[in-house]
């Protein structure tokens, strides 16, 4: 049973540890460095990137973190988590700091503002059938590297995306209460 960690500073964190329990992982909450050594895979949830950002470095999280990430933990962003493993950001604060490690050009906000939030059914790379995808002021992929192979898309937009132990989504999984998304990210952590 794998541990995996949500980062609970901010953001949809309840969701992602139902998720992750019901699929038999040992799920918790990552506040702080010591908790962060216990990962064997983590999740960056969805919620306000900058803000995550800022409170990571607050509690002295954001390097330990890039550092876990360098190493190779298995780690998969969903909506404001995309947005914090991204390599480059379009559409965000000039300070915006992020984890980085998947070489990939992110727009925030870019299917617009919390009105323009929608469903979709979307063909998933390795899943026989669509995911219900649900996108709450999201991001998409403007560009990515040659190492990054695009999972989903919708509106001619990359919106889940996999390198190597990383793995990000535009939209958020963990609220619709199918958890093949999370499933493929356990195959990842092994």
């Not at 908790?35 to 306000?48: A, K, T, Y």
């Not at 929608?118 to 995808?133: I, K, M, Q, Y």
Request: net charge negative.
């Amino acid at each position: 049973m794998p541990s995996i960690g949500v980062f609970a500073l901010q953001g949809d964190v309840r969701e992602h540890l139902q998720t992750l329990t019901a699929l038999g992982a040992d799920a918790f909450s990552v506040r702080r460095p010591s908790e962060l050594e216990r990962c064997d895979g983590l999740v960056l949830p969805g919620g306000e990137s900058t803000t995550m950002a800022k409170l990571a470095r607050t509690f002295e999280l954001l390097e330990p973190l890039r550092a876990r990430v360098r190493e190779g933990m298995p780690t998969f962003g969903t909506c404001a988590g995309m947005i914090m493993l991204a390599d480059r950001i379009e559409g965000g604060t000039a300070d915006q700091e992020t984890i980085g490690g998947l070489d990939v050009t992110v727009r925030r906000n870019a299917f617009g503002r919390q009105v323009d939030s929608f469903e979709a059914d979307l063909p998933f790379a390795g899943l026989a059938d669509p995911v219900h995808a649900v996108f709450i002021r999201a991001p998409w992929v403007e560009r990515t590297g040659p190492d990054v192979e695009v999972l989903a898309q919708s509106q001619g937009h990359p919106v889940a995306v996999r390198q190597g132990h990383l793995m990000a989504t535009s939209f958020h999984p963990e609220v619709d209460g199918d958890g093949r998304v999370h499933r493929y990210f356990l195959d990842i952590v092994g």
